[in-house]
């Protein structure tokens, strides 16, 4: 059999992808389970917090919404949704909290 490059970079490509799907970044709703999120949210009612889609709906067609909900997620909070604050989430990475608060925006 005659290697060439090309035969070669396939074979690369094909031994890569278990590996790519292994580190494949968790959804926004499995994220929100994992971090705890649902012990004060509901995703269609109020909790302790706000529905999710609940704030999907305020923050509908804000611009800037996910930086501002990234910030709020990261740091915590109170005063939006009345007076009990929101506790920090110093731990999780900003790339999850991103994807969570897609998540929650998409949900509108």
Do not use: Q, R
Request: proline share 5%.
């Amino acid at each position: 059999m005659k290697l060439t490059l090309s035969s070669i970079l396939a074979s690369c490509a094909l031994l890569a992808l278990p590996a790519v799907s292994a580190i494949a970044a968790e959804s926004g709703a499995d994220l929100t389970k994992k971090n705890n999120c649902m012990s004060c949210h509901g995703v269609d009612k109020k909790v302790i917090g706000p529905a999710f889609k609940d704030v999907a709906k305020k923050y509908k067609g804000n611009a800037d919404a996910v930086a501002l909900l990234s910030k709020k997620v990261k740091d915590g909070g109170s005063g939006v949704w009345g007076p009990i604050p929101m506790s920090p989430n110093k731990a999780v990475s900003d790339a999850d909290i991103k994807v969570m608060v897609e998540y929650v925006l998409a949900l509108n």
